[in-house]
């Protein structure tokens, strides 16, 4: 007889196994699909609401011993799917991606699985179908989304408020804590949406009425909170549409070019082609004042060249280019290599935006207004550990890589009337450092409008592209001000300071749009703006304060339970 138990119990563990591997695959399918991604590049953002449900049954329902494998597998396999366009640009990045990930998420389930663990005989949790131990783990996760951001292997892709990013109702709420605002709206939904289907499948076997009471309440709190989320957002965006404004005819050129192309050939053709799409929509919209080329259009240094005169070719295409700028009437930023002299064997190299004005300064000689890029991607274009991994840093420089110094100031530039930053590609992934432009040391100084000039091409992927473009609008909402994007194949386009995408270009096509944007005469800091991420931090300190108040309460009642006084 005790044979046959044996037996079944592990028939019962492998079947309990298969279930949870399952799980596993359909979270991680949940998860992509709830972004843009392998299976649409658009994303279809319904799944934002369920893609943790099978992540937090598996946490409840596996052994501590399997909960790590669980969430390496769930982390390589979310990331594979997501961040499926990095295969194509580099195997060692793709695959460096999927490990990085699987060893986060495993560190994470196994966080997790230690709040069901701890609190598995707590008499509250048990009376409330595991509310507080899922409000625990919907709080790890939402803590979790805000560290991966941080330091030199910081990425902003992946987060669930991204998601949302065609949803501008709910997306008004970042103006108050940033995208972790409607990522923590989105966790909330999965927690309360679990619960409630625990308590109706349960059949009200036990304590009918007071499950009938808590369905009431935890519905009444999910309704409650999904309208206090769309009242704001009708609510500021009315207001935004009711604040006096100024208008700027903007326009964004796309260029669709292949980045790995060089030589000086291809880069004269190359500024042929912006030449011709920025004239032919001059033409249609001469009343445009700024036009905008992407990252890096322009590749060799214009100032450098201009000065040192070491290569005719580069000279003389660089003087065409700067007298082209001379015969227009508008104001142009372009992305450009912008090298300095150190005094060193070799020049500092920023990856910077360039602003040519004839309003403001001369065009020739070329005297423009730079911002250097501060926040660099990490490997592909900055390395600071040149002295500590000399083997690795001189690998990157002998690949592909070009390694870039980094800005230091957050740089505002003023022209056409406007005042307006130019956070380059990488950078308008991370809301923290976007807001610096606009909250500046005077609150009137601060950006009115972002420019942001990308290059995605390299990608070879729209749903890359929407996946940059999601976090472009979250950088205008949470700050109340509109976005123009000039991108080198996509996604090119004009964001309203609510987050509405006003005009877009086709992906991968040479195309130049033209439109205006509204800038607020009125504009003032939005809460974000003025104190950063605030939330993530505030969830981190709310975690603790829980999971201490129920270790001490565990204590208590075992001591109890001991007769320990």
Not at 136 to 158: A, D, H, N, Q, R
Request: net charge positive; with cysteine.
């Amino acid at each position: 007889m005790t044979e046959i138990k044996s037996e079944i119990s592990k028939v019962q563990n492998k079947k309990s196994s298969i279930k949870e591997w399952c799980l596993v695959i359909i979270g991680a399918l949940f998860f992509s699909l709830s972004h843009p991604g392998i299976f649409n590049n658009q994303g279809i953002s319904l799944f934002a609401y369920i893609c943790l449900v099978p992540v937090f049954l598996i946490i409840k329902n596996s052994k501590v011993e399997l909960a790590w494998a669980f969430g390496f597998l769930y982390g390589a396999l979310s990331y594979g799917l997501y961040c499926f366009w990095l295969y194509k640009f580099s195997k060692i990045v793709f695959f460096s991606v999927i490990l990085i990930y699987g060893i986060y998420l495993s560190l994470v389930f196994l966080l997790m699985k230690s709040i069901f663990v701890l609190f598995s005989d707590n008499k509250f949790v048990k009376n409330n179908s595991h509310l507080i131990q899922y409000f625990l783990c919907g709080l790890i996760w939402c803590v979790y989304e805000y560290v991966k951001t941080l330091g030199f292997f910081g990425f902003s892709y992946g987060i669930l408020g991204y998601t949302q990013y065609k949803a501008p109702l709910l997306l008004q709420s970042a103006n108050i804590g940033g995208v972790w605002t409607v990522s923590a709206f989105c966790v909330f939904c999965n927690v309360m949406i679990l619960v409630l289907s625990e308590i109706l499948l349960n059949k009200f076997t036990e304590d009918k009425k007071n499950k009938i009471n808590f369905i009431v309440k935890s519905f009444s709190l999910l309704t409650l909170v999904i309208l206090a989320f769309l009242t704001y957002g009708c609510v500021s965006i009315e207001k935004t549409k009711s604040e006096p404004c100024k208008k700027i005819k903007i326009i964004c050129v796309q260029n669709n070019t292949d980045p790995w192309k060089t030589g000086v050939e291809f880069y004269k053709k190359d500024v042929q082609i912006l030449k011709s799409l920025a004239d032919n929509c001059l033409e249609k919209n001469p009343d445009a004042k700024i036009v905008v080329w992407p990252e890096t259009s322009v590749v060799p240094p214009i100032v450098y060249n201009y000065v040192k005169r070491k290569d005719a070719a580069r000279y003389e295409m660089i003087l065409d280019l700067l007298n082209y700028f001379n015969s227009k009437d508008c104001a142009f930023v372009i992305g450009n290599q912008h090298s300095e002299q150190n005094g060193k064997k070799y020049t500092d190299d920023y990856n910077s935006s360039l602003l040519f004005d004839k309003e403001k300064n001369n065009i020739v000689p070329p005297n423009p207004e730079v911002y250097r890029k501060i926040h660099l991607v990490p490997f592909t274009e900055y390395f600071p550990y040149e002295k500590t991994f000399p083997k690795l840093y001189k690998m990157l420089l002998n690949g592909d890589t070009h390694l870039w110094s980094p800005g230091k100031e957050y740089y505002v530039f003023k022209s056409k009337g406007i005042k307006f930053s130019t956070p380059i590609c990488f950078e308008d992934t991370f809301g923290n450092l976007c807001r610096r432009f606009v909250k500046n040391k005077n609150e009137k100084d601060g950006a009115e409008l972002f420019i942001n000039l990308s290059n995605d091409a390299w990608s070879k992927s729209e749903s890359c592209q929407a996946q940059h473009l999601s976090m472009a609008v979250l950088r205008s909402v949470e700050n109340k001000v509109p976005t123009a994007r000039s991108t080198s194949s996509g996604a090119t386009c004009l964001i309203a300071s609510n987050g509405e995408i006003i005009l877009k270009a086709k992906s991968f096509c040479e195309e130049a749009i033209c439109g205006e944007v509204n800038i607020s005469l009125n504009r003032k800091n939005t809460f974000y703006t003025t104190h950063g991420d605030w939330l993530p931090i505030l969830e981190m300190i709310i975690m603790i304060i829980c999971v201490v108040i129920l270790l001490v309460k565990r204590v208590v009642a075992r001591k109890s339970k001991n007769g320990v006084k």
